[in-house]
């Protein structure tokens, strides 16, 4: 089977495929998810059918899937899920429309286009997504042959001008001669922590020269058709190369002044050059994107229609059925006393989630919540009253009396709450109070505006923090009147993973970007970049949450895609 558009639609279990991206070893495919009904365009990665492929491969192709299930960064590809369907093992993630970071060599070549700007981000990016993959514990398991594998061809960079890694590979028994060039030459075939340094190394010396990158490249002379390796990365870069770093750490921490001293850092900027550079392949994507689109729409409404003919009994709705945009979720309003400092959230059905997560309707009750985040003063006035220890030490911060408090507990943040008598809000009361009904990445809208949010992600690592709340307040506020939403993480009600705590919001870690509203995390102590919010019930005393399996044919009836 050729590379390219499929000439018949193949259905592999809830998937059909449309367009075969890759036939070496696993066969890789874009496809339609009939179960997701944001963002349904995924990439599949499947073991042949009838190839041939020995035991051990399969174990790996089977360990790199758990492995990426693990995984989870803001510049990895997300994980939609794994398996088997009628025997064949397969992946799927999110499918990322953009341009491979070796076609973009390619082109910068072409066009003479030798700007250090977007390699250097890429280059970082690939970096920090590598560092956190390793402390988030899901660096190898307990296959050394597993393992994130960096290549350009593994990194694709988003119209948005996001870079996304890929995320795991798995040795083959005939591996191809690109992903070699890639992996450190002592690893004997079994990959090593320390090539993730080499990988970044490689990344480094191609996109910097335009040269395909050689394990004996000498980078003190190394030139191309776009220059040469920056002077201040020879040294880190050729240790690299001789397995003397463990991971990317060193290297990434050189990149960082080595991008914003080239105007790098900004993923608007990074958008502009690709497309100055990929004008016709944009426009063609968008096409193709569009009749994807249209076709995972035409397809849920046959299978809903189907699903409904084949279930006897429907559930019967206990409140009006609504949009994303939707009506409050009671007829009436009720009447009540807004205290000082808070903010009403009318209640409605709320698409909650991004679309690289698996969105889903939730029926949301009204609530109130702080328009700011609590600051060290409201703080230490509960403090005096209660006795409490304050988490900045013997001396009060009187400079950030007005700043959002952190490294605070999930604990302290609710004993504050109970005797403010609040609450801390619940996840999807958080992102509702957010981004209103209309899904929106910033609070203000879908395009970033940098003159309505601090740049702290752009200031050096030791000098950010929080500003004084109310500072980029009404042009920063969400559809509510919510204000300083993404200066820290906050904490929510929700229980995270092994212990740990819902946060949301995106604060400065690792960041070249503005954090979107949609960004969530887990937490389990205190942080310099984790803040908190209270809320109050209207109705009820519980807050709104995520309860139950999705409702596919509930999700058909309620959406809007026509």
């Not at 993959?133 to 594998?149: E, H, K, Q, Y």
Request: hydrophobic share 40%.
């Amino acid at each position: 089977m050729s590379v390219g558009r499929l000439l018949q639609q193949e259905i592999f279990g809830r998937f059909v495929l449309l367009e075969q991206l890759d036939a070496h070893g696993a066969e890789t495919c874009r496809a339609v998810d009939m179960s997701r009904e944001l963002s349904p365009i995924v990439t599949v990665r499947r073991l042949p059918r009838w190839g041939r492929f020995t035991q051990r491969e399969h174990r790996n192709f089977v360990d790199a899937a758990a492995l990426r299930q693990r995984m989870h960064g803001e510049l990895v590809a997300t994980h939609v899920d794994h398996g088997e369907i009628e025997g064949v093992p397969y992946w799927a993630s999110q499918f990322v429309p953009g341009v491979s970071l070796d076609r973009f060599i390619e082109r910068a070549v072409d066009r003479g286009y030798a700007d250090k700007a977007l390699p250097l981000t890429v280059c970082y990016c690939v970096a920090a997504a590598l560092i956190d993959l390793t402390g988030d514990r899901a660096d190898r398991g307990p296959n050394s042959a597993v393992a994130p594998l960096v290549h350009p061809r593994r990194i694709i960079l988003g119209w948005n001008g996001r870079p996304v890694f890929l995320g795991t590979s798995y040795e083959q028994s005939s591996p191809d001669d690109e992903e070699h060039r890639f992996t450190p030459p002592k690893a004997l075939g079994r990959l090593k922590p320390y090539s993730d340094a080499y990988g970044v190394a490689g990344l480094i010396v191609e996109s910097c020269t335009g040269q395909p990158f050689d394990a004996n490249v000498d980078v003190t002379t190394a030139r191309g058709p776009l220059g040469t390796v920056p002077a201040e990365l020879h040294r880190a870069v050729g240790k690299a190369m001789r397995m003397e770093h463990h991971d990317a750490r060193e290297l990434l921490n050189l990149l960082e002044p080595l991008m914003k001293a080239a105007g790098g850092g900004h993923f608007s900027d990074c958008a502009g050059v690709l497309e100055e550079l990929f004008a016709d392949t944009h426009a063609a994507d968008e096409g193709m994107n569009e009749r994807d689109y249209a076709l995972a729409r035409r397809l849920r409404r046959r299978l809903a229609k189907t699903d409904q003919v084949r279930e006897a009994v429907t559930r019967k709705l206990h409140i009006r059925p609504a949009s994303q945009e939707g009506p409050a979720f009671l007829e009436k309003e009720p009447d009540l006393e807004v205290p000082a400092g808070m903010i009403t959230v009318q209640g409605g059905r709320f698409l909650f989630g991004t679309a690289l997560d698996a969105p889903r309707y939730v029926d949301v009750k009204p609530f109130l919540i702080d328009k700011h985040p609590v600051t060290h003063r409201e703080l230490k006035a509960f403090l005096d009253a209660t006795g409490t220890a304050a988490p900045w030490g013997q001396v009060y911060p009187e400079a950030m009396a007005n700043c959002p408090v952190a490294n605070v507990s999930h604990e302290l943040a609710l004993a504050y709450a109970a005797w403010a008598k609040k609450r801390l809000p619940s996840e999807v009361e958080w992102e509702l109070a957010a981004r209103g009904f209309d899904g929106r990445a910033w609070p203000w809208g879908h395009e970033f505006d940098r003159d309505r949010m601090a740049q702290t992600w752009m200031k050096p690592w030791d000098t950010r923090g929080t500003v004084p709340v109310g500072s980029f307040s009404p042009a920063g506020d969400s559809p509510f009147g919510v204000a300083d939403l993404g200066v820290a993480w906050e904490w929510t009600a929700d229980a995270g993973r092994g212990g740990t705590w819902v946060v949301r919001g995106g604060p400065w870690r690792n960041r070249v970007e503005p954090p979107q509203i949609g960004n969530r995390s887990h937490e389990e102590r205190p942080s310099p970049d984790v803040t908190f919010r209270c809320a109050r019930s209207v109705v009820g005393d519980a807050p709104s949450g995520v309860a139950g399996p999705l409702n596919p044919a509930l999700d058909e009836e309620t959406s809007d895609d026509g």
